[in-house]
């Protein structure tokens, strides 16, 4: 068990609406990342964090905003959320083992975008 | 541009015999790979991991074969259990990826494990 939590962990809004989902750790990780979960396309990273204020785009960001003003929280913001966005959201954090690139996923958040 | 590529989208076995499940990456600068297993409602959690300078990793039942040269991994689960129904998810990092630890996840397979 990582320590991640994910609120809320389901979530039906209207289109153009804005949406914020928040990640919350408890371990101190200083990387923590935003996937979103589709059909046929796996996991795509939306945009990760490398410490306090510190974020990078992933493969998927447009549309998307992040922000992490403490360690232990990384938000992920739909400023205007649009039927294409409607999918599973899973935030993880990076381990600090020796196998450095294993992530921990938390349980998920279903957003429904009508 | 998919780099990491599972074509089969579904397995189905028998329990107590053998499941493999395929993962090709297209990037030669990929040295990290990964194994998840992901059940309906819950995080992926992760299974297994192999570096570039093995070509086996294994973890009681599960093992993870990885061919450089065919761009190719595997994973082998034997024997297959009910509880192992799920879906996998292969994915690798490396290179550009490197920064910030990125992952690039296939996918996924889901494997059916039938009594």
């Known amino acids: 068990d990582a320590g991640i939590t994910q609120s809320p962990r389901h979530k039906v809004t209207e289109t153009g609406t804005p949406v914020t989902l928040r990640c919350h750790q408890t371990e101190n990780h200083r990387y923590m990342y935003w996937y979103r979960q589709d059909p046929g396309h796996g996991l795509r990273l939306i945009h990760y964090?490398?410490?306090?204020?510190?974020?990078d785009k992933g493969e998927v960001s447009d549309g998307y905003s992040v922000s992490r003003s403490k360690t232990e929280d990384f938000l992920l913001t739909l400023e205007s959320a649009t039927s294409s966005q409607t999918s599973v959201y899973f935030c993880?954090?990076?381990?600090?083992?020796?196998?450095?690139?294993?992530?921990?996923f938390g349980p998920g958040t279903r957003l429904t975008v009508l | 541009d998919q780099q990491v590529k599972q074509n089969s989208p579904s397995l189905s076995v028998q329990e107590g015999r053998i499941s493999i499940l395929n993962c090709d990456y297209t990037n030669s600068m990929f040295d990290y790979f990964l194994w998840y297993k992901k059940y309906p409602a819950e995080g992926p959690t992760f299974l297994i991991s192999?570096?570039?300078?093995?070509d086996k990793n294994e973890d009681g039942r599960f093992t993870v074969f990885l061919n450089k040269s065919a761009k190719h991994l595997s994973l082998h689960i034997v024997p297959s259990q009910p509880g192992d129904s799920a879906v996998y998810f292969c994915a690798a990092s490396g290179g550009d990826y490197n920064q910030g630890g990125k992952l690039i996840f296939g996918q996924g397979t889901e494997l059916s494990v039938k009594p």
């Open positions: 964090s490398y410490g306090v204020k510190d974020t």
């Open positions: 192999i570096s570039s300078i093995k």
């Open positions: 993880a954090i990076r381990s600090g083992g020796w196998s450095y690139n294993e992530q921990f």
